[in-house]
């Protein structure tokens, strides 16, 4: 039993942690053809298992709390990892592969025209200043998962520090339109930090029983 617990506090503090520092590494594509694409690559490929094992430390923050509030969290969550992945995968990861392929041809001008059909994709693309609809389905997931969550947090565990660091990861992706820096770091690093402090709270509260 104590084994499985440890597994989820590693699991629901590390998942979100390594995230918002894998995110603070995320380049800003100003010019997509001048991208450091080694570096372009690592963080998208590492953010594939890493936003669903996010999406899912917040399921096991609401684990055997039952209530309407939890079970819409959980629903948000799932819809977060999906659409999240989804989006990222073709956004991130279709797009530096499609520009490693143009920069290694002997006419990379000519692949322009298919790397900026992904890239400003109204539904997959990831250009700065549009609103692909997979993204804005995962930002709105995660807001409202999020908030849900923060409100079971507060009257099921009485934290309201927790609370609050709930509703600030959620509104990381959503102000800041961009899980690069500081979009991703805020939101990923505040769910740690509530996933830190209810487990703080939880073994203070035991010394304190006992």
């Known amino acids: 039993m104590k084994a499985k617990s440890f597994c989820y506090t590693l699991l629901s503090i590390g998942a979100p942690l390594t995230l918002a520092v894998v995110e603070i590494f995320h380049p800003h594509p100003h010019d997509l053809f001048q991208l450091d694409l080694r570096t372009w690559l690592i963080v998208h490929y590492l953010q594939i298992p890493l936003f669903p094992l996010s999406a899912l430390a917040v399921v096991i923050l609401l684990r055997e709390l039952p209530g309407i509030a939890a079970c819409f ?3 948000a969550m799932f819809i977060f990892a999906v659409s999240y992945v989804a989006f990222d995968t073709a956004a991130g990861i279709v797009t530096g592969i499609l520009l490693q392929a143009a920069k290694s041809s002997s006419a990379p001008e000519q692949w ?35 908030t849900a969550a923060a409100w079971v947090v507060w009257r099921r565990r009485d934290s309201l520090v927790a609370a609050i660091l709930l509703v600030v990861s959620g509104l990381g992706l959503s102000i800041f339109k961009t899980h690069a820096w500081p979009g991703g770091p805020v939101s990923f690093g505040a769910l740690a930090l509530a996933t830190a402090w209810l487990q703080w709270q939880g073994v203070d509260r035991s010394r304190s029983d006992a």
Do not use: E, N
């Open 73 to 75: 969290a959980r629903v």
């Open 112 to 146: 322009q025209p298919a790397v900026m059909a992904v890239w400003r994709h109204p539904v997959i693309g990831g250009a700065p200043g549009t609103s692909p609809l997979l993204a804005i389905v995962g930002s709105v997931a995660w807001s409202v998962g999020t």
